[in-house]
């Protein structure tokens, strides 16, 4: 697929890549300084390439000397950035440049740095990377450690059975420093209040849609919880106007007993806009307790915290900048829909500059030197992080978000695509005094689109104290069911369309349709489904209504800390898993989706039906 769409622009390319290609050879050093020869006063600048073959800069390593520019060529089909793992003062990178496929681009801020090595990255793909090294610079900007200067915030939580959350516009202190940012929020900040549902009891919320017109219609979806298709927050039906409101009823039981004990989130998942209402802010956490979970000696309290990581960019006066309003341009209807323009698939991907927690950027935290229990969720548009502790401690997992594993399993990096959670012990034991930060780095056995690369949050050890926490051996783990043999459904991701007429990303050939049903289960049967991704990036795969059992992986026992109920997956390139699920209690529509937000907005979404 690669390749096909480019074709006209590549010839063009082809004609700078053959002047170019005596100079860059085979990577070598020598190959990277354009212009060495002239005269000694002019500062060397360089020129990187990005090559079509595995989406590689050539050479990986690319020297400028103070003053000098350098100049990227993208001959690859996609657009890429090439974007500083280094930041400023107000936690920037040093240079980000977007070079477009088949353009090039000149990277601003590259002649103002001082001597040293710089690290690079494609914020799309994060797998490319690279260094510049910068030369007999006298003066200019260097990297700046993270600052971690703010607090963190804990979201306020709601209990009790009846909620009621306004929606509605409200300034966020997401960066330390200058305004506050305008967002739209449930209840008045970002992440919304965490709602507290016990196991078996109905939980109802209402939210009440107070943003301006502008917003449209709005539609909130219980992620990972299992309710009926009325009350799923889906694209196009059950709608909430503005100015009204709608209570959505999620009776936290499976099969008529107590549901298990989860950390879901709720968040906006109206059609075609679901990147960019979450993005402004419709993104809040639900925590599920049963008594088996409260008996168990895990951290509670103060030392049991969830964690929303997300990213945003911000434009001057600490304003969300709108990656959507240059987006793509839409044609035809539903089901035959394609986009064409900027942002097109596959180059549709928000990313944000500053990683953020619970709203935050770069917040800190107080802890004791006692052991902490950590709900991990990646609310991010499009970014995977592979979450680490700076000082190589390992965290204990004990559930995946959709309930407890049946035993830990002991990690020291965790892979969260977005929507993926993880719940975690992590133990600041004999640390009193010092930091540790969680960071996301470069995962050992990277495939496919990768992680980012940035410091996310520090904890600051204090004192000891008395800990009655213990890690259980044996975990409450909820029932898998029996797989069936045979698979019932397949459901390939991949790019669907083409560049004349437009791209879409597809599920099964084709864009989503809210008014196609795709597949039709009957209520009361387990049916086996195969996820494939034959399209050359990773996408992370959600299914709505059930939770699921990961039955294989690529054919092979999924790793340990998939042997339990799960409802995002990672499906790299060329991958498939076979996930199984009992359909019980809830007939009417459902969804399957990818969670890379653009993606799904932008087509790879499907429709499937339990029937009575
Ligand atoms: Cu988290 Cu269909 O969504
Ligand atoms: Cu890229
Ligand atoms: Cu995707």
Same mark, same amino acid.
């Given at each position: 697929m690669r390749g096909r769409y480019r074709a006209a622009a590549l010839l063009v390319i082809g004609t700078v890549l053959a002047v170019l290609a005596p100079t860059l050879g085979s990577g070598g050093e020598a190959g990277? !300084?354009?212009g060495a020869g002239a005269q000694a006063a002019a500062p060397r600048s360089a020129t990187l390439v990005i090559e079509a073959k595995g989406s590689t800069y050539v050479p990986a390593t690319v020297t400028v000397g103070g003053?000098?520019?350098?100049t990227v060529v993208n001959l690859d089909t996609y657009?890429?950035?090439? !974007?500083s793992t280094a930041v400023d003062e107000r936690g920037e990178p040093l240079f980000d440049v977007r070079v477009d496929a088949g353009t090039t681009a000149t990277v601003t801020g590259v002649e103002n740095l001082a001597n040293g090595r710089y690290d690079y990255i494609c914020r799309f793909h994060p797998f490319m990377r690279g260094t510049l090294v910068v030369e007999d610079a006298t003066g200019g900007v260097g990297a700046e450690p993270v600052a971690f200067e703010q607090p963190l915030v804990v979201p306020r939580v709601l209990k009790g059975t009846d909620v009621r959350i306004p929606v509605r516009q409200a300034p966020v202190r997401i960066l330390p420093r200058g305004p506050r940012t305008m967002m739209w929020t449930y209840g008045g900040d970002y992440p919304g209040p965490t709602i507290l549902g016990r196991a078996g009891r109905e939980s109802r919320v209402t939210f009440a849609h107070r943003l301006p017109r502008r917003a449209g219609p709005l539609t909130t979806h219980l992620h990972g919880d299992h309710h009926a298709s009325s009350e799923d927050g889906q694209p196009t039906t059950n709608l909430i106007?503005?100015?009204s409101s709608r209570t959505y009823r999620y009776p936290l039981t499976y099969g008529g007993r107590p549901a298990p004990a989860s950390f879901f989130f709720y968040h906006d998942h109206r059609m075609d806009r679901t990147a960019r209402n979450n993005w402004r802010g419709l993104q809040g956490m639900f925590l599920v307790e049963d008594a088996a979970s409260r008996r168990l000696r895990l951290p509670k309290g103060r030392r049991d915290l969830p964690l929303m990581i997300s990213e945003r960019s911000f434009t001057s006066g600490n304003a969300l900048a709108n990656p959507f309003a240059d987006g793509p341009t839409m044609h035809g209807h539903h089901g035959t829909m394609s986009f064409t323009g900027p942002g097109s698939p596959p180059d549709d991907h928000t990313v944000g500059s500053h990683v953020i927690v619970n709203g935050r950027y770069a917040p800190y935290h107080r802890v004791s030197a006692t052991r902490h229990r950590l709900r991990l969720l990646n609310a991010a548009p499009f970014t995977a992080y592979n979450l680490s502790l700076s000082d190589g401690r390992p965290f204990v997992q004990v559930g995946t978000g959709s309930g407890f594993l049946r035993t830990p399993v002991v990690r020291t990096e965790i892979n969260l695509g977005p929507a993926q959670r993880a719940d975690v012990v992590v133990d600041f034991t004999g640390l009193s005094g010092q930091d540790v930060v969680l960071e996301s780095v470069p995962a050992q056995d990277e495939r496919g689109t990768g992680s980012r690369t940035a410091p996310i949050m520090q904890f600051r050890v204090g004192r000891p104290a008395r800990d009655p926490s213990r890690l259980p051996s044996r975990l409450p783990s909820p029932k898998l069911v029996r797989a069936p043999a045979e698979v019932s459904k397949t459901w390939t991701f991949d790019l669907g369309g083409g560049k004349r007429h437009g791209t879409f990303w597809a599920v099964n050939g084709k864009a989503f349709d809210p008014d196609r049903p795709d597949h039709r289960?009957?209520?009361g049967t387990t049916e086996r489904w195969r996820l494939r991704n034959t399209s050359d990036m990773t996408h992370y795969v959600h299914i709505h209504a059930e939770q699921w059992r990961t039955v294989?992986?690529?054919?092979?026992?999924?790793?340990?800390?998939e042997r339990a109920l799960e409802d995002t997956w990672r499906l790299d390139p060329g991958e498939y898993v076979d996930v199984a699920a009992r359909f019980l209690d809830h007939a009417g529509p459902f969804m399957i989706h990818c969670h890379m937000l653009d993606h799904e907005d932008h087509g790879m979404m499907?429709?499937?039906d339990v029937v009575r």
């Open positions: 990277s !300084t354009v003053g000098g520019t350098l657009d890429h950035t090439v !974007t106007r503005r100015g289960v009957r209520l294989s992986r690529d054919g092979n026992r999924p790793p340990p800390w499907a429709r499937f």
